[in-house]
């Protein structure tokens, strides 16, 4: 900067200096004499110049009522060079058409003068009238300070707001907290919070490269994020269309009281005659349940039963929906509750094989509240059977029975019906019936459950994500998402949003933070006496703050000293980085 200082300051001099030299030439004599007279007119008033600058002023100033400020050209927002050019523009010819008009207004002055009777003022006037010309250079001085005055207002505080646009754009909110899960910290007391989760996906028409993901919930999400008018509508009519009908429904929704699930079951046995003429040979048929619960947070939860399903009796198992397996959250499951996937796994794996074509006999699904039982029967026929597991409705419930006495070794009498009912694998009514597939080992994947089929996700996408894909507002494509492959619908258009500034991506695209969860969290995988697969959590906490400082605290305090935030911004970081930069006119 201190060369541009010295640089201006000696042309400054070496101009003023110039400008004395035709006059320091001359005599004292013809200076007087030229001062005598009155002056000429100017080039620029001989050829009318000031004219053609106000015209050249009115042409550009149509060009820009026509074409805007900001210039979209090669997908990049750039400012149009007329934008700059034309207040410059503006201030010279002011102040040619200043110069211009200021002698008719003093020799009108001087002329009002000149009627009074009193000498003082009509010297003056005459004065006015004959040589207006030199205060003509005063008055021009005077509009060019005006102006430059004006400018550096202006200026100023254009600056500081683009300072403050930018800042809060690369940043989304008053705090955004960058870290494994951070999207289901405790937001800190008196502000609000958002979890986003940041990802990449694109609709399958277009191949080329990823679009910047953002999932987000609408309500809170509109809360926090730093909008401006110029991105759209309002942040509430913008993302409200990702849920029209409020949270998407993910499972079966269990009382908010509700602490544990219980059903009823037993492994359909193989024949007395088998089991005996297999021994020691015979698998381990014992079956583990085990869920997917999503809480209200958000937070999926695998669970499991408190013991195994067995092959020799009915026994009532019990889910503890106040915990699960997981042990990343920092925090139990926060009800009210939904069921989205329900399976279950050998507890013994015989062979590698965690299931082998099993069968079992299920009934009377409950959730235990604190006022009593709440049955679930008629909320679980919602769960859609995948990957090869079989479902069938209103089976008698003794089959399990029945099938142990289908054969009997050689020297055993078969049981009269009155034994039979003594018997633990008997029951009476009717009862469901999940029939498992063929022998499967954990390299498969393919875990058969009972799962609540995912909406379609709703998106909003940018126009030229959209026009790439080939489909506007109210189409049905579909997308890919975390690499997963799942059907969606358009339900709006975007133009900026806050924080989606990666330049690695083309495209931008914002879903509901829930569905997309059940997407691509909800599917079952085996998970007995091993490790759960990953979860896809919101890596992001957006806080809309007063006390920046505090926040920060408090959510660096929820963090594992071993597991640091790994990215803290803050929009005053954010503005001391970006007014730090070189300003580039």
């Known amino acids: 900067l201190q060369p541009f200082l010295i640089g201006g300051g000696v042309l400054t001099f070496v101009s003023m200096g110039l400008a004395i030299i035709p006059f320091a030439r001359r005599r004292v004599l013809e200076l007087r004499s030229l001062a005598a007279r009155p002056s000429g007119k100017s080039v620029w008033q001989r050829y009318n110049l000031d004219l053609f600058a106000i015209a050249l002023s009115l042409v550009v100033l149509f060009q820009i009522s026509q074409r805007g400020f900001i210039n979209f050209s090669d997908n990049e927002a750039k400012l ?3 934008a700059i050019v034309f207040p410059v523009l503006l201030l010279f010819t002011g102040a040619l058409v200043l110069l211009r008009i200021l002698p008719w207004l003093l020799r009108l002055v001087g002329w009002v003068m000149t009627k009074a009777r009193s000498m003082s003022f009509a010297l003056p006037g005459w004065h006015l009238g004959r040589n207006p010309i030199p205060y003509g250079r005063l008055a021009l001085l005077v509009w060019l300070t005006t102006g430059l005055g004006a400018f550096a207002l202006t200026y100023a505080n254009t600056l500081e707001s683009s300072f403050a646009d930018r800042a809060a754009f690369a940043t989304g909110a008053d705090v955004r907290i960058v870290n494994e899960g951070a999207g289901y910290l405790e937001e800190p007391p008196g502000t609000v919070a958002a979890a986003v989760l940041r990802t990449t996906g694109a609709p399958r028409r277009v191949t080329s490269r990823q679009s910047e993901v953002l999932a987000v919930e609408p309500t809170e999400f509109a809360q926090v994020v730093k909008w401006r008018d110029d991105f759209g509508d309002s942040p509430e009519a913008t993302f409200s269309a990702l849920r029209p009908d409020g949270r998407p429904d993910l499972g079966v929704e269990l009382p908010e009281d509700t602490t544990a699930f219980t059903l009823d079951g037993v492994v359909i046995p193989r024949s007395w005659a088998d089991q005996v003429a297999l021994g ?14 999503f809480d209200a947070r958000g937070q999926v939860w695998t669970m499991q039963a408190d013991q195994d399903l067995v092959d020799d009796e009915w026994r009532t198992v019990t889910v503890d929906l106040t915990t699960g397996l997981n042990t990343n959250y920092p925090n139990d499951p926060v009800p009210p509750l939904s069921i989205h996937t329900v399976w279950v796994e050998r507890s013994t794996a015989t ?3 965690v299931i082998g074509g099993e069968s079992l006999l299920v009934r009377s699904f409950t959730a235990v509240t604190a006022s009593g039982e709440v049955s679930l029967d008629t909320a679980f026929d919602e769960l859609t059977t995948i990957n090869g597991i079989g479902r069938f409705r209103d089976v008698d419930a003794d089959d399990a029975v029945r099938a142990f006495y289908a054969a009997v070794p050689e020297g055993e009498r078969t049981p009269t019906s009155a034994e039979r009912e003594q018997s633990p694998l008997y029951a009476d009514g009717v009862a469901q019936r999940w029939a498992l597939p063929g022998a499967r080992t954990r390299v498969n994947p393919a875990v058969p459950q ?4 995912p909406d379609p996700i709703k998106v909003l996408l940018d126009v030229d994500l959209a026009s790439q894909a080939g489909i506007s507002v109210g189409d049905s494509a579909t997308f890919t ?3 997963l492959i799942m059907e969606g619908e358009m339900v709006g258009i975007i133009d900026e949003v806050p924080s989606m500034i990666d330049t690695r991506t083309t495209g931008k ?5 829930d569905a997309l ?3 691509v969290n909800g599917l079952a995988s085996w998970s007995f006496n091993s490790a759960l697969a990953r979860i896809e959590q919101p890596g992001e906490l957006w806080i809309e703050t007063d006390d920046v400082d505090a926040a920060v605290r408090l959510i660096n305090a929820q963090l594992p000293e071993t597991n640091p935030a790994d990215e803290v911004c803050s929009i005053r970081a954010s503005e001391a980085e970006v007014s730090s930069r070189p300003v580039q006119v």
Do not use: F
């Open 509 to 513: 695209m914002v879903t509901d933070i």
């Open 481 to 483: 998402v975390s690499g």
């Open 351 to 353: 062979g590698g094989n």
């Open 280 to 293: 020691t040979r015979q698998p381990n048929p014992d079956m583990r349940l085990l869920m997917r619960v």
């Open 517 to 519: 969860s059940a997407h």
């Open 80 to 82: 149009d060079p007329l």
């Open 450 to 453: 009972l799962r609540r089929n």
